[in-house]
Structures are given as structure tokens and as C-alpha cells.
């Protein structure tokens, strides 16, 4: 056989859509959600006797989901090749209906997904796993943050996005980026 | 009501569920207070992101990416041990290539399991069943045939394929015969302009154009683009089982069940071929995962025509896992393919991935080479053409030993 053991599979299988969903919000288009999502599972196979140890294993996944975006940003801030807002525009539409297809739902998302991607990653990844559900208590083992940080952390990364999201494309905003 | 308090809502994700009372004590807040407004709408526009569906096949892939030990490249390439490895469990395999004409009596060739008609079936036997009990052939069209197909170009695999009604005359002659015909592949996977070539037995012709006729295929790529494929040909040969060696008796029940799943499974690719013809990628890619929740992930077709979805959209590392998966399904397989060689091979080629190119196009032959002597093999042209290049960029054989 060439794929994974059979208990990988049983432990991963149930929360890998959970883990897509927050690779999505992390990322903003499916290519880089996959790449993450595989990451996590090429990270806790190498840890299979810790994983089945646990009896919160979707917790620990997404410790390693948080742990690979936050990694993976580092050597994408490296590398010459940034992402802009360009790229990502690029990898959406090709993923994704036109905006024809259902506008103003489509232009909402994609202005949401463009404010994304000015977070900081540490922002962002605090988002994306705060609105699937997680509780602070929760958050704070996955990213091995102190409460009231968590706390602070998130008011203020809402705060941003929010007026990122309020200005979206005027000048202001691009002042802010630089 | 102050900052903190909706910063507590925001946190336990009670923003969307309120009680009209505590709704409105949040609402004075948020019109004097500007962080908090935008705050509130910031995670409002965050709960309401539509995310699409998991992929289908992204649990396998992950599985497969997981399981191959890392390297230089993480996820992407198959590193040497694990090609040793996928090629020991393949080597029982014959003719992985391409079936010959003259090679494998339909005896040797073993029936398909029960529920797995044709459609997975690349260049091998479709189902059989022995002549002397053979249902009237119009009855149970898609059974009493067997038929083998030989393709001459590198990757034209049919992914429709119509099984030939098997002529009632040939049936009571016992006869069996092959017909070659020839035809042209539109940008739509259909067939166009079936002409036949030669034939052992003029009564096969009119079965096999018929046929032949309304199978599907992926549409050639030139460069991204959908082009027209002139000129393939293809052999159907029509085999009546070896009595003395007759596969497994099945009711008559699981023949229907297993006609019927064939027809519903060959019906769903023609959705996602029609949705193809019309750049619906999007619709094409939810056709797919739709049919691998149905159909597992062990159907070659699908990994192939996943490959082929995302070679079209220019994501190509995407595309490479897919077809890193059909050969690992096609190793898996009691059938012999060429399946996603090449694709894969001209995958790496344009990523200028030249070794893992060069590995690529080896693995059939290596397999091959493991058979009994005797056993056909035959390389496609593309294969060869593309070989050719490699080594005139330096990369053969030898150097890979060497790394």
C-alpha cells in the first residue's frame, strides 16, 4: 500500500473538514487551504503514537494547522516572491464561480478576503480558528497564548479588519500598509 | 455595556444568537464607540464566509502525502524508496503499457470483479461471460462480449466506453474477431468521423462503429487549450470466453446491478465531460467529488480526469499529486494501464522537474521488466518522444543511478 495507516485515517478523517474550513479562512483560496491541511497530516503522521494518544486529537491538529500557517508565512515574508493582492485575486477566480455568477455575495467575500490578507498572519489565524468555534480556553491551548493576550489579540485584530474592511481600496488603507 | 463586554460576545461567538434586549444595549455601544463597531462587523462579514466544500479527494491525498517519506520537495515528489516499493507490488503486473495485438488470450486475463464493469477498465477485458450460457445478447447487451482494445497513441484512454453489442450470429457461430477502426477526437471528448481500418470479420464492423461511436474521451491539451485530436486508432476485439475456464457464474440480479452502476457511473462522467466542453471547471470539479463520495477512491478514471481539471486551470503541483495518486491507484490495479504515465511525466517535465520525469516514464517498463519473458510492451510515442528530449537535456538512465 502506498497511503497512510488505517488509524490515521480513522483519527484524522473526522476533523479534516474542520481543519479545510480553517485553512480556507487562513489562506483564502483552496490550492494554499489543501497545502495546509496536507502539511498538518504530513506533521502528525510523523507523530502517530503522540496522536493517538490524545483524547482531544483535533485540538493538537489544529495546534499543528496554527503552528504550519504561522511557519509558512515566515518563509513566504522571505522569499522574494510575495503574495499580493493581485495573486491571490488570480488563484481565486480560477477556483471559484466569476463574480458574475452571484455579485454581491461574490464582491463581499472577495473585499473580505482581500482585508485578510493585509493581517497580520498571527491576526489572521486567530480569526479563522475563533469563528469555527473554538473558546478561549481552547485557543489558548492551540496557541499556547495567556488569556487576556488571546483576549487583546483578537479585539484587536477584529478592530483592524473591520476598518480594513470599512475603507477597503481607499488611500488610507495603503498608507496604513506601509 | 462597555468594550469588553463585546469583546466577550465576539469571543463566544454569541453575536449572531442575542436576546432583543441585550441586542440593542450592543447596538448603543457600537454607534459611539468606532473599535468596537468595527469589530462587530468584522467578525459578522468573518461568520458569513462561504467556504467551499472539502475536496473530495483531499483526505487520499493528504493520506499519500502523509505516508511518502519527505524530501527535498515536500509533498510532490515520490522519492526512490517509495518508487522501489509501489514497482515490487506492481511487478506481477504484464504489459503495464499498452496491451499488444497479438498477446493475452482473453483466458489469462482475469474477469472483472463483480460490480466493477467496465468503466474502470483501461485497455483490458471488459467483463465476460462464457458463451455457451450467454443470455440473448439483446438482453443483456453490455455481457457477452469481451473486448479488447489497443490504443496507438500515449495517453488517449477512453474514459466512456460503450461496450459493442456482441453480433447474435458471431454468438451462435461462436465466432470472435477484431475490427480496427480509426476516428478523430473532438474538443468536446466526443468521437467524430469513425472509420473502419480492417477487420477479421465484416459482421463485428457495424457493432463496433456503433459503439465506438459514443464513447468519450479528455479532449487533447495543446498548450492549456482543448484542441482536436485527428487520426487515433483503436482495436476492438471480440472474444468469447475460454469455456473450459469460465469466470465466475453471476446471477442475474448482480448483472443488472451491475450493468446499471456502470451506465449511472459512465452517465456521471458524461455530465462532467459536458460541463468541460463548456470551461464550466468549477462544475466539473464538484461533478468529480460527487462521484468519488458515490464511487470511492479507487476509480482511475476519476484521479485521471482530476489530473486532467487541474493541468486545464494551471495548477499544476495540484495536478501532479492527482496523477501521483492514479499511478499509485494504476500500481494497485489488476489491470494493466498507461494511464497516468505520461501525463504525469509531462507534468514534471514543465515544472522542469527533469529526474522525477525521467522516473516517471521508467516505472511501466521497470514493472514490466519484473514479467515473464514474453510479455509485450509496447512504449507510446509521447513517451518515447519525451524520453528523447530528457536525454537530450542530459538526463538518462545512468544519471539517475548516479543521484
Known sequence: ?178 | MNCNDVAAILDSNRSARMAAGERATVDEHLSACEDCDAAWHAQTELLALRVPPMPATLLERALLAAHVPQRTQPRRAWPSMAIGAALLAGAALAGVTIVSLTSSPSANVPPAPAGEPSAQVDEALVATAPAATAPAPSATPDLPTSVELVETGGDVIPLVRHNPQYPPRALEQKAGGYVQLEFDITTAGTVENVRVVKSDDAQFEQSAFDALSKWRYLPRLSAGKRVRRDGVQTILRFVLTDEKNPPAPRSQAEIDAAIRESLQYSAGLEVALDRLATDDLRGVELQLDEMQAVYGAERLDLWNFYGYLYTVEGNYARAIDAYETAVAVAMRSPYPTSGPYVSLAKLYFARHQYDMALKTLLRPQQAVSGAPPGGSRRVSDEATALIDRLRALGVTEETLIGR
Not at chain 1, 522569499?79 to 495573486?87: C, G, K, L, N
Not at chain 1, 469563528?131 to 483578537?154: F, M
Open chain 1, 1 to 178: 500500500m502506498t497511503t497512510a495507516h488505517p488509524e490515521f485515517r480513522d483519527l484524522v478523517a473526522p476533523h479534516l473538514k474542520a481543519l479545510f474550513r480553517s485553512a480556507y479562512r487562513l489562506t483564502g483560496n483552496r490550492p494554499d487551504a489543501e497545502d495546509v491541511v496536507q502539511e498538518v497530516c504530513i506533521r502528525a503522521y510523523a507523530h502517530l503514537s503522540t496522536l493517538r494518544a490524545l483524547e482531544q486529537p483535533k485540538s493538537w491538529l489544529f495546534k499543528i494547522a496554527y503552528r504550519v500557517f504561522v511557519d509558512g508565512a515566515r518563509r513566504r515574508a522571505r522569499s522574494p516572491v510575495r503574495t499580493t493582492a493581485e495573486d491571490f485575486d488570480t488563484t481565486r477566480s480560477s477556483d471559484e464561480p466569476s463574480p458574475d455568477d452571484h455579485a454581491e455575495g461574490e464582491i463581499a467575500e472577495r473585499r473580505l478576503l482581500e482585508a485578510l490578507a493585509k493581517l497580520d498572519q498571527d491576526q489572521r489565524a486567530l480569526l479563522a480558528l475563533q469563528v469555527e468555534g473554538y473558546s478561549l480556553s481552547e485557543l489558548q491551548a492551540i496557541t499556547d497564548l495567556s488569556t487576556d493576550v488571546l483576549k487583546a489579540r483578537l479585539y484587536r485584530a477584529r478592530v483592524r479588519l473591520g476598518k480594513l474592511l470599512a475603507g477597503n481600496g481607499k488611500a488610507p488603507v495603503l498608507a496604513l500598509e506601509k
